[in-house]
């Protein structure tokens, strides 16, 4: 056994047995968290982890996109060659490619060769881009960046050295399946003797075992310890789009949401260690594009901060909510979240921001009575008048004063129409509510309300962390509901609809829900509503609600009525569909002043403003009031209108 196998088995245990250890230490904390199962259908989550993990799906939909998918493909590829490098180190007599037959040998000598020149050269990108046009946040230019970047360099550099000293020497039979390494073997000195190249080639060779393992060792104490975990993330992540959070038990001695890292799901804890910081959560939030102190990326950062600082390093002292300096989220930033979802539709390996964002709000509003002075008026209006306006439940009917509404009757109404607290309180939406009546008895169906008995569905309380409130009035629709026989349900609130569809469904609730625009849609196919051309409204651009969209997945019907009743396709903005902009209502934002950055509404409105409208269609009461308010701040309410699709539509009912 040659003195190079000997020494560098020492450093191979030594540098494993670490790793190992590191590896213990640092993804061990993930048990800290609470039981979360994440391992149903196997097959469907092995098929996620292969088409987003490796096939990194997600990561090449954005800008430089692909230069990270080049290096993650060059990663995967050069593991074997890695793998076998230090086998053969350990081994080599025995584990070693040139005892291949030549043809196998000449493929992976030329696909290891080209590979890792392409490696090469998207680190030198990757380094150009963190230095002359940075993403927007400082960890792209970090040290451990930089570090890692130069590792990954130095091991290519240090390959392409080993192999050019061999082909220069004469001693690499795959020389002419090898461009990069023979074009470096040119670059050596003719005349260089023999017994030189074989000590260079040797030095090469250690160069590249000592950066391999140094590499190995630093991974578990690096954000780069993603490289282990982001793809696993992908086999754990949520089968089902995130639209809800989990029911809390409610018992004497419990303890509520979030305030301690350890009281987070296991999936959440290793959530934190697959972040690979690209940003693209950050980029998509409509808080951090307007300057609010809530940056998703690094509420997870913070949650991994935490966790290692009181765990790792036991400390046990950093809060995880309002401490100062990082592994704290400041409560700013878990309040100034609209839940929209647009960072989980983004993020590469489905990290669940939003949950943990509610989970720490439970905690603020259940455990220690701490949210926006302006939540309370709310908060007791949903108590005590089931409606965010603590308006009297008499005035749930006044929408329809002028019409003949029937109350929903089980066994003769086959649709119940949960006209929602803003369809029925709010005297803009009142239009929308009475378009929508007109459409249901132009189409024909039989359709009821629960008049003055409605209740709030309560999607605001459950975003805003008022889970106890929120668990009462879903038990309270839930039941009411069962008793009365409701099978189908309409809504034109898209929160409403969601609510009802996928929150209370933890309650029991097995009836079928449409969203209004659905429902339209489905009429308009079966030819049950007469239409006639419309005219007025003019260059007509269409805003996606989050609710109706991202969480829900309905983005064809509305574009599909609408070039119907007009003729055309809306015009859509620059943010649209998946990758729509969010009005700035959701998460119980409705209820709460911006006092912080620019208004989000206004942000939006700025750029349906870019298409020069004649009018903007929503399909959203939130969206109407936003959007309302918005272009009254830009001066333009006089010339840009706000309609729900419900009333365009209703304008083009034939007589």
Not at 278 to 286: F, L, T, V
Request: proline fraction near 4%; charge should be positive; hydrophobic fraction near 45%.
């Amino acid at each position: 056994m040659s003195a190079r196998v000997i020494i560098f088995s020492i450093l191979f245990a030594v540098a494993v047995i670490f790793f190992l250890y590191s590896c213990y230490r640092r993804l061990g904390l993930v048990l800290k968290g609470k039981p979360e199962n994440r391992f149903d259908a196997p097959l469907r989550r092995l098929w996620s982890m292969l088409y987003y993990g490796i096939g990194q799906r997600r990561v090449v939909e954005k800008r430089f996109g692909l230069n990270h998918f080049v290096l993650h493909w060059a990663f995967l590829i050069l593991l074997i060659s890695n793998t076998e490098f230090l086998l053969s180190g350990l081994a080599p007599d025995v584990i070693n490619l040139a005892r291949l037959p030549d043809g196998a040998y000449f493929t992976l000598s030329a696909i290891f060769d080209i590979v890792s020149v392409l490696a090469l050269v998207s680190v030198v990108l990757a380094i150009i881009r963190r230095l002359t046009f940075p993403p927007p946040y400082v960890e792209a230019r970090s040290r451990d960046a930089f570090t890692i970047l130069l590792l990954v360099a130095g091991l290519m550099i240090a390959y392409f050295g080993m192999n050019a000293c061999e082909i220069a020497a004469g001693t690499e039979r795959a020389a002419a399946y090898m461009p990069v390494s023979r074009f470096g073997a040119l670059l050596i000195p003719s005349g260089t003797g023999v017994d030189t190249l074989h000590t260079a080639g040797e030095v090469f060779w250690w160069l590249h075992a000592v950066i391999l393992l140094f590499f190995l060792n630093y991974l578990p104490y690096s954000k780069h310890i993603h490289i282990m975990t982001a793809v696993v993330n992908c086999f754990f992540r949520s089968l089902e789009k995130v639209r809800t959070q989990p029911r809390e038990e409610f018992r004497k001695g419990a303890t509520f949401g979030v305030g301690e890292v350890a009281q987070f799901s296991r999936k959440a804890l290793f959530d934190s260690f697959s972040c690979t910081e690209c940003g693209r959560c950050s980029d998509n939030c409509p808080a951090t594009f307007t300057g609010k102190r809530l940056q998703p990326r690094l509420v997870i950062h913070d949650i991994k901060v935490n966790l290692l600082r009181n765990y790792a390093e036991r400390d046990g002292k950093l809060p995880l909510i309002g401490g100062s300096g990082e592994g704290s989220v400041a409560e700013e930033a878990i309040w100034a979240c609209t839940t929209c979802g647009a960072c989980m539709e983004v993020c590469p390996v489905f990290i669940e921001h939003v949950p943990r964002i509610v989970d720490m709000r439970r905690y603020l509003v259940e455990m220690k009575a701490k949210f926006p002075e302006e939540l309370i008026t709310l908060f007791e209006n949903m108590e005590q008048r089931f409606n965010p306006w603590g308006i009297v439940p008499t005035e749930r009917t006044k929408w329809a004063q002028d019409m003949d509404v029937k109350p929903f009757e089980q066994g003769k109404t086959e649709y119940l129409f949960f006209v929602g607290c803003a369809g029925a309180f709010d005297s803009r939406n009142r239009n929308t509510t009475v378009s929508l009546a007109k459409i249901f008895n132009r189409a024909g169906i039989s359709w009821g309300t629960l008049g003055r008995d409605e209740m709030c569905c309560g999607d605001s309380l459950r975003r805003l962390g008022n889970e106890y409130v929120f668990d009462r009035l879903a038990q309270a629709n839930v039941k009411m509901l069962r008793e009365r026989g409701v099978k189908k349900v309409i809504t034109q609130c898209p929160h409403c609809y969601s609510t009802l569809k996928n929150d209370y469904r933890q309650y029991g609730a097995d009836f079928e829900v449409v969203h209004h625009v659905e429902l339209i849609a489905r009429f308009i196919r079966d030819s049950r509503l007469r239409l006639k051309p419309l005219t007025g409204t003019g260059n007509l651009v269409f805003h996606d609600s989050c609710y109706l969209g991202r969480y829900n997945g309905i983005y064809d019907a509305p574009r599909d009525v609408l070039a119907a009743v007009t003729g055309k396709a809306p015009v859509e903005m620059k943010r649209s569909r998946s990758r729509a902009f969010c009005c700035g209502a959701g998460g119980g934002r409705m209820w709460m002043e911006e006092n912080e950055g620019r208004l989000i509404n206004v942000a939006r409105v700025e750029e349906a403003l870019e298409k020069d409208p004649q009018a903007v269609c929503v399909c959203c009461p939130y969206c109407m009031t936003m959007f309302d308010d918005g272009l009254k701040d830009k001066g333009v309410a006089d010339r840009v209108q706000v309609l729900d699709l419900a009333e365009i539509v209703a304008r083009s009912l034939a007589d």
